[in-house]
């Protein structure tokens, strides 16, 4: 009897699986631990392994196909065996459809409503609607009493906006032809979907400060040798970054909050984001309860998940539940920039590189290092004045990194 390759569950937030790539084709043969396939969801790759020896008799999911957990893939088993029938990528894609409210000969079209009736729609769809130019009755709702969701407008503005592409496509000029058109998959698609979201769901406002880094570089210079020593590893500026981040959100609640359902909701912990750049895109693994952990454990956690991200060892649980997010670009020599939030948080904190620049102190012109901050903040959940009072508060940590180890 054939073996089922199934597309396995990463977490148990995972909703969906994609094929990135097939490493074999129908009818070679294959040894139990072959790769046979590499898959990927929520920014988390990995490789799947022949479950068996035979040969791959189906491979139901092509590539760049989005699947549930526990789909079918493939098939193995002895050349020439049947293979029953089962749940395509297809049928799983219409399934998939008919519970977001989306008939499977609507793809390409923006959902509409059935029948004229009231409309029910939230705050927040009704202002995202009329920004795009959709009419609340035309999209059809998926929530209670088919209340209309903020993700049925996303979902609405999409459908729309990649009609809207076809129809640039037909009229692009000839020489478009030429240039090179490479489909959008796996850790790419879910970071384009997440941005874009983000840019358009939120109120973005990002503000920059310096922070005089000196007596924390000779702080950091002068334990080296002993944290080397002692914890076998070295304390790096991300990680008294992440500390004084932590300290001040305690200070600025509201900075380890998000704006939900026209409701402010604040986090009791903080669970920090540590974005970190793979070569095919950026994840954002999680430190859990980080407002509990000594500096030297804040450390090693950052590296660890660092690690698991870089080798692809992360599961989809590992990247959900962050209440703050810090990004750093101080390794690319960048200075300031604008991070785009980790929806739903309220708050991203931008890391550049540490530069020795000339400061007059008093009458005095001395070489200081300077280390720039740029917060990036939902201007629905807070103003800047209590966002840049939270930026102070880490600027002052980094200051006197001794008030950091008290």
Same mark, same amino acid.
């Given at each position: 009897?054939?073996?089922?390759?199934?597309?396995?569950?990463?977490?148990?937030?995972?909703?969906?699986?994609?094929?990135?790539?097939?490493?074999?084709?129908?009818?070679?043969?294959?040894?139990?631990?072959?790769?046979?396939?590499?898959?990927?969801?929520?920014?988390?790759?990995?490789?799947?392994?022949?479950?068996?020896?035979?040969?791959?008799?189906?491979?139901?999911?092509?590539?760049?196909?989005?699947?549930?957990?526990?789909?079918?893939?493939?098939?193995?088993?002895? !050349?020439?065996?049947?293979?029953?029938?089962?749940?395509?990528?297809?049928?799983?894609?219409?399934?998939?459809?008919?519970?977001?409210?989306?008939?499977?000969?609507?793809?390409?079209?923006?959902?509409?409503?059935?029948?004229?009736?009231?409309?029910?729609?939230?705050?927040?769809?009704?202002?995202?609607?009329?920004?795009?130019?959709?009419?609340?009755?035309?999209?059809?709702?998926?929530?209670?009493?088919?209340?209309?969701?903020?993700?049925?407008?996303?979902?609405?503005?999409?459908?729309?906006?990649?009609?809207?592409?076809?129809?640039?496509?037909?009229?692009?000029?000839?020489? #478009?032809?030429? #240039?090179?058109?490479?489909?959008?998959?796996?850790?790419?698609?879910?970071?384009?979907?997440?941005?874009?979201?983000?840019?358009?769901?939120? #109120?973005?406002?990002?503000?920059?400060?310096?922070?005089?880094?000196?007596?924390?570089?000779?702080?950091?210079?002068?334990?080296?040798?002993?944290?080397?020593?002692?914890?076998?590893?070295?304390?790096?500026?991300?990680?008294?970054?992440?500390?004084?981040?932590?300290?001040? $959100?305690?200070?600025?609640?509201?900075?380890?909050?998000?704006?939900?359902?026209?409701?402010?909701?604040?986090?009791?912990?903080?669970?920090?984001?540590?974005?970190?750049?793979?070569?095919?895109?950026?994840?954002? !693994? #999680?430190?859990?309860?980080?407002?509990?952990?000594?500096?030297?454990?804040?450390?090693?956690?950052?590296?660890?998940?660092?690690?698991?991200?870089?080798?692809?060892?992360?599961?989809?649980?590992?990247?959900?539940?962050?209440?703050?997010?810090?990004?750093?670009?101080?390794?690319?020599?960048?200075?300031?920039?604008?991070?785009? $939030?980790?929806?739903?948080?309220?708050?991203?904190?931008?890391?550049?590189?540490?530069?020795?620049?000339?400061?007059?102190?008093?009458?005095?012109?001395?070489?200081?290092?300077?280390?720039?901050?740029?917060?990036?903040?939902?201007?629905?959940?807070?103003?800047?004045?209590?966002?840049?009072?939270?930026?102070?508060?880490?600027?002052?940590?980094?200051?006197?990194?001794?008030?950091?180890?008290?």
């Amino acid at each position: 009897m054939p073996v089922e390759v199934i597309m396995p569950k990463l977490g148990m937030a995972m909703k969906e699986g994609t094929v990135s790539q097939w490493n074999k084709t129908e009818g070679d043969p294959v040894k139990k631990g072959d790769l046979i396939a590499n898959i990927n969801s929520e920014k988390i790759e990995m490789e799947i392994e022949s479950p068996a020896d035979g040969t791959i008799l189906k491979i139901n999911v092509p590539e760049g196909e989005g699947v549930p957990p526990g789909t079918v893939i493939c098939y193995i088993g002895n !050349p020439g065996e049947k293979v029953e029938a089962s749940k395509t990528a297809v049928q799983a894609a219409e399934e998939k459809n008919e519970e977001r409210g989306v008939k499977v000969d609507n793809i390409g079209k923006y959902p509409l409503r059935q029948e004229k009736e009231q409309v029910k729609i939230s705050p927040v769809a009704r202002k995202m609607a009329e920004a795009a130019g959709l009419k609340p009755e035309d999209i059809q709702g998926t929530g209670p009493g088919g209340r209309i969701t903020k993700e049925d407008v996303q979902r609405a503005m999409k459908a729309l906006k990649e009609n809207s592409a076809e129809t640039r496509i037909e009229k692009a000029e000839p020489a #478009a032809e030429t #240039a090179k058109r490479t489909p959008v998959s796996g850790m790419r698609k879910v970071i384009a979907g997440r941005m874009l979201d983000s840019l358009q769901s939120t #109120a973005q406002l990002t503000i920059t400060m310096k922070a005089d880094v000196t007596e924390l570089v000779a702080l950091q210079k002068q334990s080296k040798e002993t944290v080397a020593k002692r914890y076998g590893g070295k304390l790096t500026m991300t990680d008294f970054v992440a500390r004084a981040v932590i300290l001040a $959100l305690k200070q600025h609640p509201i900075m380890n909050s998000a704006y939900i359902d026209d409701s402010i909701v604040t986090y009791p912990d903080v669970h920090l984001g540590i974005a970190v750049a793979l070569e095919k895109g950026l994840v954002v !693994p #999680a430190i859990r309860n980080a407002g509990s952990k000594t500096l030297i454990e804040l450390s090693k956690e950052i590296k660890e998940k660092a690690l698991a991200a870089r080798e692809g060892k992360l599961l989809t649980d590992d990247l959900q539940g962050s209440t703050f997010t810090i990004s750093s670009l101080g390794a690319s020599g960048v200075e300031f920039f604008t991070p785009i $939030l980790n929806p739903p948080e309220a708050g991203i904190l931008g890391i550049g590189a540490v530069s020795d620049e000339a400061v007059f102190i008093g009458d005095t012109v001395k070489k200081r290092s300077r280390l720039p901050l740029s917060l990036t903040f939902d201007h629905r959940a807070l103003d800047g004045a209590p966002a840049a009072a939270f930026l102070q508060t880490v600027k002052q940590y980094l200051e006197e990194p001794i008030t950091m180890l008290l």
